[in-house]
């Protein structure tokens, strides 16, 4: 039988009253502010949990979901103060749409209160202040990432060794229109079921180029930037089950490499190697410990 409430998570635009955020709704709760990441994840039965968004000063404030279980419901209400006015409700595989208001006070807010029945994945949201205009693109929507952060220049992407339940997001790019190389120096991550994806963004589409788990050494990717909004969007994703050491890379904003570096296929997987052409077979049997050979087909 299907159950028809599992969980419900109420959002409201509380106006400028004074009484204390949570009454009426929570007993208590947490309070958050500025910019940040509001999750519930991996919920129990009978569980309810309470946050305030808000701003220190009068400004925009936007919320954002990034992931949603399909066994959840939700609720957005604003609320002027004294009355819940236009409510909808959510549920299914899609992402609830982003709210914004435009804070009268330092005292208004959005009141996020979840409640569950049963247990479930949950959701996270991204909670923002001072967005004047909404952004049509943004590096991380569609994604899912519970925290994203955005990197230019030359430097390193690590993360590891890894937790559970995870969805993180780096976005790669440089400060003006120039090469962009990602190489990658680790990799091990539980296989099939965590993954690292590297998606490439042109300044309005993205276009994921590779797919990669397990323990093989993910291929460098490099772009020439059309502008300074392009680069590379790297998404890693570990479920509830085993973790391993993770992932890094090294990602260079510049020239490109002269030919003669990057003329091996071997580069960056093994010192050399043998190069196989038209039809005919590669094998190696009764092999020995500690070895490490190549054929490039």
Known sequence: ?????????????????SSPYFDGYCDGGEVVIGTGIVSRRQFGSSQRSCWFVTCDSPTNLQLDFRSFDSEVFVNVTEYDGSDHLNTKSYSGNTLPPSSSMNMINSQS??????????SGQGFSLRYQCGV?????????????????EVVSGTGTVSHGPYENNQ?????????????????????????????????????STHSEIG????????FSSSMNMADSQSGFMIAF???????????????RCGPPPPASETSSPFD???DGGEVVTDAGTVYHTQYGNNQKLCWFV
């Open 109 to 118: 807010g959005y009141l996020i209160v979840f409640q569950s029945n049963v």
């Open 167 to 203: 969805d993180l997001c780096w976005f790669v790019t440089c400060d003006s229109p120039t090469h962009l190389q990602v190489d990658f120096s680790s990799f091990s991550v539980q296989h099939y079921y965590d993954y690292v994806r590297v998606i490439e963004y042109d300044g």
């Open 237 to 251: 994703h570990s479920n509830e089950y085993f973790t391993r050491q993770g992932f890094s890379l090294e990602y």
């Open 211 to 218: 797919h990669y788990s397990g323990f093989v050494m993910p």
């Open 132 to 148: 004047s205009t909404p952004p049509s693109i943004s590096h991380f929507d569609n994604h899912k990432c519970d925290i994203g």
């Open 268 to 270: 960056g997987y093994c």
């Open 1 to 17: 039988m299907k159950v028809a409430l599992l969980a419900t998570l109420v959002v409201s635009s509380i106006g400028s009253d």
